[in-house]
């Protein structure tokens, strides 16, 4: 009923999300795959079958009742969500993500002292710190009034291309790069690794950067603790949303006072509505849309994540050239990957989802693949009515 006419659609939702989550991570552990299973690997793909079949029909919904509408999309995978808006539907889509942010609480920490920046000695992100003290989002906060990043990729998985200083423009990155590889051995040290050999460093962190790349997930070489890869806190999200939702119906109930929500640390949905019906053509550093040459090594209409500019015309991407050729080839796999899933979690085809999974990098054998399909469909069927009733074709019985 709210659908009717719409101008903008917020797209947030899950069923069972930490539920779910956490079955996605035992049965890849079960076969001996460690990985953090929410935008990418075994547990990714199924992820992002259960929100398709739930999303499907609400974009089918949009299409009818409000066809000009925006929709801008938080549920993840972000990356595979948009891209089966992109490729099965009418429906225009953004897709917005904090996860960039987490880029200005690396550089902060590691250029502290050169911009003045007060961050405990023993800081390591962690979801949450011993002290009850949000560092993590004042960090990232206090870095921002100082620091300027452009970042490129896809979702989760993108990339710092410059640093500069806000205050003259002038160009941190060499001694960032300095500061880091020599030195903070501890402080996201899988990031620190890629830096070290491709020369550019990763934006989003250990914990999301490894859904992507074949490293730790090796459960006989404990490589995931070699690493210390941080899950992400399941029991705590799920309470932590019982309480935001009795806070909602306390403000919508007008028992508690809204001011504060001018001040609070924003998604930016509400930025780039604005953007659009003020035309005031404001920046926004990282949007989730088609690639139209925003950057030209990756494939053209893939959904990638890029700076853009936000006016009554949309959404525009900001070129930033190439990405190197080893990240840009890390990126073409995935998005190859998500390519496939999409397909087959829209379609609802088991021979694509096999086929999926034996493209991905964690994935070493294709009885591994075949079995991981058997055991995870098993597991989701009410989840998954897209594929109820189809043709087995992947023989993952065999």
Request: glycine share 6%; proline share 5%; with cysteine.
């Amino acid at each position: 009923e709210f659908l009717k006419g719409a101008d903008f659609v917020v797209l947030s939702v899950a069923i069972d999300r930490e539920k779910c989550w956490k079955i996605d991570q035992n049965i890849a552990k079960n076969h001996g795959i460690m990985h953090y299973a929410e935008n990418a690997g075994p547990g990714g793909m199924m992820h992002t079958f259960r929100n398709l079949a739930l999303i499907m029909p609400i974009l089918r919904d949009v299409e009818t009742m409000c066809p000009n509408a925006l929709v801008l999309n938080f549920t993840n995978p972000v990356a595979r969500i948009c891209t089966a808006a992109a490729r099965y539907t009418k429906v225009k889509m953004v897709g917005i993500c904090h996860q960039f942010e987490f880029g200005y609480s690396l550089v902060g920490k590691v250029l502290s002292k050169e911009l003045g920046i007060d961050v405990p000695e023993n800081y390591l992100f962690r979801w949450q710190s011993d002290d009850g003290e949000d560092h993590y989002g004042k960090l990232v906060a206090s870095t921002r009034e100082k620091v300027d990043i452009l970042a490129a990729g896809i979702n989760h998985f993108t990339w710092m291309l410059s640093i500069r200083r806000k205050e003259d423009g002038s160009d941190l990155y060499p001694l960032f790069a300095e500061m880091y590889l020599n030195g903070f051995e501890n402080f996201e040290p899988l990031t620190r690794e890629m830096f070290d050999i491709f020369k550019i460093c990763p934006a989003t962190g250990d914990c999301h950067m490894v859904e992507y790349l074949p490293y730790t997930h090796n459960m006989v070489k404990n490589t995931w603790d070699k690493y210390d890869i941080q899950m992400y806190p399941l029991n705590e999200a799920a309470n932590g949303r019982n309480e935001m939702w009795n806070e909602i119906y306390e403000l919508a109930m007008g028992n508690k006072p809204v001011d504060y929500l001018r001040d609070v640390h924003t998604e930016r949905a509400e930025q780039i509505m604005a953007g659009i019906l003020k035309n005031d053509h404001s920046y926004q550093y990282a949007v989730n849309i088609p690639n139209k040459g925003y950057i030209n090594n990756l494939p053209y209409g893939a959904i990638v994540e890029v700076p853009a500019v936000v006016s009554a015309d949309g959404i525009l991407g900001i070129g930033i050239g190439k990405l190197p050729s080893p990240v840009a080839e890390l990126c073409r796999r995935q998005i190859a990957i998500t390519e496939l899933v999409v397909e087959a979690g829209v379609k609802g085809d088991r021979s694509i989802a096999l086929q999926a999974l034996a493209l991905e990098p964690m994935v070493d054998d294709p009885q591994l693949a075949r079995a991981l399909l058997k055991d995870y469909m098993e597991a989701f069927e009410e989840y998954l009515p897209q594929f109820t009733g189809k043709d087995d074709k992947s023989n993952i019985n065999s």
